[in-house]
């Protein structure tokens, strides 16, 4: 059995969104043929509002990356990988169209 302790802090989650972001908006910029089309976050709701400072900041934050993409939301109670449950995760999914 492993037991992992993680913390974290608005600073450190905004941080991370933002580079997620800007690393899939950089592979869609490189390819040409491929356009985002939207995109959906689903976040744990102990990362709503508070944890980001204000209502709707979390998703203002990928739109200040993706720039004005149709975008949609919601919070969920956490994220299943694999075999394991996780909390306080974000999952962002992009939908691209190809020319």
């Known amino acids: 059995m492993h037991l992992a302790f993680c913390t974290s802090n608005p600073e450190g989650a905004r941080r991370d969104l933002v580079r997620i972001a800007t690393e899939i908006r950089a592979e869609l910029e490189s390819n040409a043929k491929v356009h985002l089309s939207g995109a959906l976050c689903v ?5 709503g509002g508070p944890h980001f400072g204000a209502r709707h900041a979390e998703l203002q934050a ?10 949609a939301g919601f919070f969920a109670g956490g994220e299943i990988a694999r075999n394991r449950p996780y909390g306080y995760t ?10």
């Open 90 to 99: 974000g999952i962002l999914t992009v939908f691209t169209s190809q020319d």
């Open 62 to 71: 990928v739109r200040e990356v993706l720039g004005e993409v149709p975008l």
């Open 43 to 47: 976040s744990c709701s102990g990362r």
